[in-house]
């Protein structure tokens, strides 16, 4: 096989690597920005748990439960919206973060093949340096 087709292999690999990680990254902030509207529609219904203000004419044991049995809701609704969500959504932050280093990585070795398409412009001089590119690249890629 040529320097010419390893280097159109190299490219096929980056673009499709690429592709790939954006594609992920898109799906993963949709999914982010899905939970952060849950969430914030969770803390909107979470008002409506303490409603209405009870009267002071509610007294007794039946008033008692009711009243804590609605703040015990109130207490897990909270939990969720505050806890569950945010730990969620930094999960898939840290997610989206490895990513794009990955994709910053990739951005990279795409430099070096243009550096090596270059090279093989250059003619039968640059072959050697340009099988040290290609090497380089297959390492980092494969």
């Known amino acids: 096989m040529g320097f010419s087709e390893m280097l159109n292999q190299i490219h096929g690999a980056i673009s499709y690597q690429s592709s790939e990680l954006n594609d ?3 799906r993963l902030q949709r999914a982010k920005q ?3 509207h849950e969430q914030t529609e969770c803390m909107n219904e979470m008002r409506k748990i303490l409603d209405p203000e009870l009267d002071h004419l509610w007294k007794g044991s039946r008033a008692d439960d009711f009243h804590e049995d609605r703040n015990e809701a109130y207490k ?3 939990n969720i919206a505050d ?3 945010d730990a969620y959504k930094q999960r898939i932050q840290w997610k989206i973060n490895s990513l794009e280093i990955d ?3 990739l ?3 795409s430099g070096l093949a243009h550096e090596a398409d270059k090279l093989l412009a250059v003619g039968e001089d640059a072959f050697e340096e340009l ?3 290609i090497d380089d690249l297959k390492r ?3």
């Open 24 to 26: 992920q990254i898109n």
């Open 34 to 36: 899905q939970i952060e």
């Open 76 to 78: 897990v609704m909270r």
């Open 83 to 85: 806890e569950d969500y």
């Open 103 to 105: 994709r910053t990585v």
């Open 107 to 109: 951005n990279a070795v």
């Open 131 to 133: 099988g040290n590119r």
């Open 140 to 142: 980092r890629l494969f």
